[in-house]
């Protein structure tokens, strides 16, 4: 079982007390590990995210399809409270994907935000000043409004960006690009209302898509299930590996396969400042 919670970013897997990051980094070598274990049969992907960064989420997918293209087994998804946005596109690498009726999806949409503070740097008498080489080289800078053309720029960014997604979408879900694009407008749905669109295969749990992956490879209810999850220490866990950077992190970062028999905790959604592109409710 691979866990996917909190929020997607690229580079390595981040958790301290109530914040988790999945990175894309760490999913691929947890992946290229567990793909040359002949004792995994086959692979449970636990999603409880609400999206993240863009490149994250098409790095993640990718990874996943690879594995299955290189190991033959069986992918099963299974989400928890949250598996919107980005966290979806993850789910859609899946062969089977399944959702309790009252978990929130969809979402399949792209955004970018950011804040203008001018008006309030003018009030405390604060004067930036920028130097650039490039006409749209500070594009969505805090300092300023965004012309037209800036904002035609980033859309069209946007929009290709939201096709890519689209495109995935209807390969891993087996739909025609139109069908997916009918209801990529970005809104939230439960696993009830993605069933019934087909983005949704079963409504179950977590346990249910263990126990279908046991069947598809033939294996009895009583095997073992194997997380794959990243070695943390205790300050890691309680502060974060970016809080303890004097540390080498070649300490922190070797993957582990864990045999356990709890359940995994939630993600978190990240506060978007300026300038991310981000598959999220």
Not at 67 to 81: C, H, L, Q
Not at 188 to 213: C, F, H, N, P, W
Not at 234 to 241: K, N, Q, V, W
Request: charged share 25%; glycine share 8%; with cysteine.
């Amino acid at each position: 079982m691979l866990p996917i919670e909190g929020t997607l970013d690229s580079g390595e897997s981040e958790s301290a007390l109530m914040a988790e990051t999945t990175g894309a980094q760490t999913v691929s070598e947890l992946l290229r590990q567990a793909s040359r274990d002949p004792r995994i049969k086959a692979l449970v992907i636990f999603i409880d995210s609400p999206g993240g960064s863009a490149a994250a989420s098409q790095d993640i997918f990718r990874t996943i399809v690879r594995f299955k293209e290189r190991t033959g087994r069986p992918v099963i998804a299974a989400m928890g409270d949250v598996a919107a946005s980005g966290g979806f596109y993850v789910a859609c690498a899946a062969d089977k994907i399944y959702a309790l009726p009252s978990t929130l999806t969809g979402s399949i949409g792209v955004i970018w935000q950011s804040v203008n503070v001018e008006k309030l740097f003018s009030n405390l008498g604060i004067k930036p000043q920028t130097l650039k080489a490039g006409r749209f080289k500070d594009i969505g800078s805090l300092f300023r409004s965004m012309t037209p053309k800036e904002r035609d720029l980033l859309q069209q960014m946007l929009n290709d960006v939201h096709e890519q997604f689209i495109a995935d979408v209807a390969k891993g879900r087996k739909l025609t690009v139109e069908k997916v694009r009918s209801i990529a407008d970005g809104s939230i749905m439960t696993g009830r209302q993605a069933k019934a669109l087909g983005l949704v295969d079963e409504l179950g749990s977590l346990d249910d898509a263990l126990t279908y992956a046991r069947r598809q490879v033939n294996l009895p209810d009583t095997a073992p299930i194997w997380v794959l999850k990243r070695r943390r220490g205790l300050m890691e866990a309680l502060f974060g590996t970016k809080s303890i950077a004097p540390f080498p992190k070649s300490l922190l970062n070797k993957p582990l396969l864990l045999h356990v028999d709890g359940r995994l905790g939630i993600g978190v959604s990240a506060l978007l400042w300026q300038g991310a592109v981000e598959f999220k409710p």
